[in-house]
């Protein structure tokens, strides 16, 4: 049994996060909390997310499983404004999701979660931790794009900078120590990612003003962040390109 | 004989109504008002436009015929803002329409009426007749487009309501009676109708608040609105697509 | 040595004007102003811009030249707001232009200049002048696109005219002489012009509000307006389009 609302912004969070890795996705629905786990086709990255039921208008629900078609979500998220709420409730017996907008209600089937399994979040030891505004990030992104069609993060006992290496020209975006709202980096690490996904993953992130990163070197990169005016958070994980040695 | 002064705000109006269904039309000048007639090319639809002396700044004309290629308007509005004023003068002697904005004046070829014959508006017995606002259409159609090509849309004493059937998802846009400004519906109808065409009629009401339809079962629906402000009036009529039955 | 900061408003006046005609260009680096004089591959136009050190917030150079890829330039005002400050800073040893905007710092390969000539900006004697709002020009291109690929520039006592003739429908722009803010031309003239070349010419105005031609009878188009606020100077020439006589 599900029943729940919910603020259409709120929602976007969820779908913008998601839908960064996946077309589909198994929602798990708790009695205190969803949460969704997913990989991406080409098990580069991955995606950990919680909504606690307290980012709800409403909500009612028992244990279960809901897969859910991300297009179809945005094209519910394209009939509300930012501040309306959205309703839904699963329909056990068709397996649909009933989804009300003002007054439209679309009867959704769902995606089968047969196939889905959870991925196991690895536990990582990731030596760099620092907090960043998300502004900084958007900013290092534009200038890379240009450039490469990678990123490396470097993190240092100096501040947190991102670069990124041309044919002719390279990059650097350089966020001083003292411009990090935390830094712990005893000494200095660095990994290099693919910009398309860092960027993505980076403009799923609508609300949140800052962003913590874990770093190490030729290691992945955790980013956090909250969602849902803290009522959630996200995990995305990202793995490293190994640079060859020239 | 032809003169006439219109505020582009009008002008767009009736030149976003017409083109909805042709690329050129005759329009019908008399002492006081325009009128113009049109079939769309599939024969699906028909447009009534009605536009009062009093709807100009500027209006003196004797009885008359303008073939007016709609792209061309399109182009004459680009070069005016929405309260600025277009003089119109018909030159006979070279069959070219003489338009003014500003410091611009584009003498333009009319097209040939010869072979545009005025299209006789059937007189239909539709049993329901309801007022809705504007938005609840539009609202309707975004929810509709990802579902299926095609609407029905229903009428009953409950109220007003627009459906679309796919393979998997419905949706349903309903209306309730408290809603609509009028309803007059003894028994349920329901007629089934192109989305695209349905859409785009609506699409071409740019300042009515509220829209009159009238509907039977499987009969066509006949779509009023006003524009400029109340100083005219269009009549959209629209063939349905016959259900089979499976 | 070249050392200056800039912001970002005055830089894409600059490259606004420039990148209109070519894709490098070499800048001509001196003690008091930098200038550009470049000729489109075409050889139809020529571009004359002069910006003073008064137009940057710093500025220190000795005599120089440098090679600039005028893309490389739209990414860099990517990353910058209107009012924020841009430092450049040539790096001789390897040639590259250090371009700094907030935390994001950009090495940047400079262009080899030897391939590129000072283009030699011809002496004409051209009998009409006239100062005119940008904004005119704009209308009138506007209204000419759909006409032709070509306008007539016309000028004589009466003011200033712009008339594009297609093979239907004409557009005349006229600016009468008491709406011209200067007006010198004792006969009439007119020349012709292609219509790309001239559209993106005044595109390329971003902030001044008046724009001094100077026409002939069949001869060049010179385009002067003012950039940074006064303190920098473009000079445009467009080659006419010799009208054969049918």
Same mark, same amino acid.
């Given at each position: 049994?599900?029943?729940?609302?919910? #603020?259409?912004?709120?929602? #976007?969070?969820? +779908?913008?996060?998601?839908?960064?890795?996946?077309?589909?996705? #198994?929602?798990?629905?708790? %009695?205190?909390? =969803? &949460?969704?786990?997913?990989?991406?086709? /080409?098990?580069? /990255?991955?995606?950990?997310?919680?909504?606690?039921?307290?980012?709800?208008?409403?909500?009612?629900?028992?244990?279960?499983e809901l897969g859910v078609d991300m297009d179809k979500m945005k094209e519910i998220l394209r009939l509300a404004k930012?501040?309306?709420?959205?309703?839904?409730?699963?329909?056990?017996?068709?397996?649909?999701?009933?989804?009300? +907008?003002?007054?439209?209600?679309?009867?959704?089937?769902?995606?089968?979660?047969?196939?889905?399994?959870?991925?196991?979040?690895?536990?990582?030891?990731?030596?760099?931790?620092?907090?960043?505004? &998300?502004?900084?990030?958007?900013?290092?992104?534009?200038?890379?794009?240009? =450039?490469?069609?990678?990123?490396?993060?470097?993190?240092? @006992?100096?501040?947190?900078?991102?670069?990124?290496?041309?044919?002719?020209?390279? +990059?650097?975006?350089?966020?001083?120590?003292?411009?990090?709202?935390?830094?712990?980096?005893?000494?200095?690490?660095?990994?290099?990612?693919?910009?398309?996904?860092?960027?993505?993953?980076?403009?799923?992130?609508?609300?949140?003003?800052?962003?913590?990163?874990?770093?190490?070197?030729?290691?992945?990169? #955790?980013?956090?962040?909250?969602?849902?005016?803290?009522?959630?958070?996200? %995990?995305?994980?990202? /793995? @490293?390109?190994?640079?060859?040695?020239?």
């Amino acid at each position: 049994m599900f029943e729940g609302k919910v #603020k259409a912004d709120v929602l #976007k969070e969820v +779908v913008d996060v998601v839908s960064t890795l996946v077309d589909e996705a #198994k929602f798990n629905v708790g %009695k205190d909390s =969803i &949460t969704v786990k997913a990989v991406d086709p /080409a098990h580069v /990255a991955m995606v950990d997310l919680t909504l606690d039921r307290g980012a709800f208008e409403a909500y009612k629900a028992d244990e279960g499983e809901l897969g859910v078609d991300m297009d179809k979500m945005k094209e519910i998220l394209r009939l509300a404004k930012g501040g309306e709420t959205i309703s839904f409730s699963h329909d056990e017996d068709k397996n649909r999701l009933v989804v009300t +907008v003002g007054n439209t209600t679309r009867r959704m089937a769902l995606v089968d979660t047969a196939g889905m399994s959870d991925p196991k979040v690895p536990s990582l030891n990731l030596p760099a931790k620092l907090v960043v505004r &998300t502004d900084e990030l958007r900013q290092a992104i534009r200038a890379s794009e240009s =450039i490469s069609d990678h990123i490396a993060l470097k993190a240092s @006992p100096d501040g947190f900078e991102i670069v990124s290496e041309g044919d002719t020209d390279n +990059v650097s975006h350089m966020v001083p120590k003292d411009l990090l709202e935390e830094l712990q980096s005893k000494e200095a690490v660095r990994s290099l990612f693919p910009l398309d996904y860092f960027s993505n993953m980076v403009k799923a992130i609508s609300s949140a003003p800052t962003v913590t990163l874990y770093l190490g070197s030729d290691y992945p990169v #955790k980013i956090e962040f909250k969602i849902a005016g803290g009522k959630g958070e996200v %995990k995305f994980l990202l /793995a @490293p390109r190994i640079e060859s040695e020239g």
